[in-house]
């Protein structure tokens, strides 16, 4: 049997964890082996952090709404509650951008709820 040698191939796999790591601290960012252990890391959290974006950007929204629509009297569950009745199917990124950054529109938005 012949000899198989593996320079390129392994170089390559090293590159690209490495590329992988780079910005890591201490040996992390450096050594091999240091490098997989914390790519296995990284790569846990950053699907965790994924899911847990979802979450937070959601309560953002329900508080941007809630703040609009206290002003008007209403409180947040009453709104959605009646805007579902309404049937108004504008979802709660959409409410909470009008709510922020356009308040007439926002409010046109209330008073049809209403």
């Known amino acids: 049997m012949t000899r198989v040698k593996r320079g390129t191939i392994k170089t ?3 590159r690209r964890i490495l590329k992988f790591t ?3 601290r201490w040996g992390r960012k450096a050594k091999e082996r240091l490098a997989k252990d ?3 890391h990284a790569f846990t ?4 952090g994924r ?3 979802k979450r937070t950007m959601r309560s953002l929204w329900q508080t941007k709404i809630s703040a609009g629509v206290v002003a008007e009297g209403i409180n947040y569950s009453r709104f959605i509650g009646a805007a579902k009745k309404k049937n108004i199917e504008i979802d709660r990124k959409i409410l909470a951008q009008l709510a922020e950054h356009e308040p007439k529109t926002f409010k046109r938005i209330i008073e ?3």
């Open 12 to 14: 390559k796999k090293r």
């Open 45 to 48: 959290n950053m699907f965790r």
């Open 38 to 40: 914390a790519l296995l």
């Open 112 to 114: 049809e709820v209403k």
């Open 51 to 53: 899911k847990e974006k």
């Open 22 to 24: 780079k910005g890591f």
